[in-house]
């Protein structure tokens, strides 16, 4: 199995940034797709980012394009979310998933979740 676990949430401003992390083990990082997906209180998941294997192809849900970069070192078993220009409506426990797959945007196609990291941002 894969173990995930996210680093790198918190409070900011509306405006602001903040780098999400989420550092993989158990399986060999370079062999699995990896995506995040973000809840809402009372909302239902949904995805956000993804990149493919070697990290050389990525896919955005369109309210964050522009604004949100996500990456990977396969050397370190890490992948970031770069989330930039930050507005209330990104507010949302942020989950790290991953499947031996080339990507996917639906939520049951990834095997492996993280906890999840909670981003708040205030107006």
């Known amino acids: 199995q894969v173990q995930l676990v996210e680093f790198g949430g918190g409070l900011v401003q509306a405006g602001g940034s903040l780098r999400l992390s989420c550092a993989a083990s158990g399986r060999a990082f370079s062999g699995l797709a990896m995506a995040w997906f973000r809840q809402a209180p009372g909302k239902e998941r949904e995805f956000v980012a993804t990149i493919n294997r070697s990290g050389s192809s990525t896919s955005y849900e369109a309210s964050v394009k522009g604004r949100f970069t996500i990456s990977r070192d396969n050397f370190k078993n890490t992948v970031y979310l770069q989330m930039n220009s930050l507005k209330p409506e990104d507010t949302a426990v942020y989950y790290c998933?991953?499947?031996?797959?080339?990507?996917?945007?639906?939520?049951?196609?990834?095997?492996?979740w993280g906890q999840g990291t909670q981003v708040t941002v205030s107006s």
């Open positions: 998933v991953a499947a031996n797959l080339a990507w996917s945007v639906e939520a049951n196609q990834y095997t492996y």
